[in-house]
């Protein structure tokens, strides 16, 4: 079926959706983040945008997460309890079925060093926490995960 078909007698175009007219489910974002607050602040503002979202207060429960949910990009802290946000990006870098997730790091840490581990290990953007709004946190999951 084509994704444009024009009447003969109508100057409108109708647009199809899928072959098979269902609507895309939302894409689903993991947030990684033991301030609770923050993190009622990210899910409300990225549900608001169509997202959904799955939380986690540490990286433990953030790979079993992953794992049972597959999510279509991930946001995390570094400093967490159980499980650090360096070794949760590396875990998770290194299985093969969990690879290919988009990883963005909201951190506290500004120094250099660690935003250059974050993308050693395999990172795709490091927001600094202090220096951006939640909007720039919210474009930056746009960028790489559009919404439905």
Do not use: N, W
Request: aromatic share 4%.
């Amino acid at each position: 079926m084509p994704l444009h078909a024009q009447s003969p007698h109508h100057k409108h175009k109708l647009q199809f959706s899928q072959a098979s007219g269902q609507a895309k489910p939302k894409p689903k974002i993991l947030v990684v983040e033991d301030d609770t607050s923050l993190c009622d602040a990210y899910r409300a503002r990225l549900e608001e945008e169509g997202y959904t979202v799955i939380a986690s207060s540490d990286g433990k429960t953030a790979l079993e997460l992953a794992v049972q949910e597959m999510p279509d990009i991930i946001l995390t802290g570094i400093m967490m309890p159980k499980l650090s946000g360096f070794d949760t990006i590396s875990i998770l870098k290194s299985t093969p079925e969990l690879q290919h997730i988009p990883i963005i790091v909201c951190g506290a840490l500004s120094d250099s060093e660690d935003i250059e581990t974050a993308h050693k290990l395999g990172a795709a953007e490091y927001l600094v926490a202090s220096q951006v709004t939640i909007e720039e946190v919210v474009a930056a999951v746009k960028r790489h995960v559009p919404k439905a």
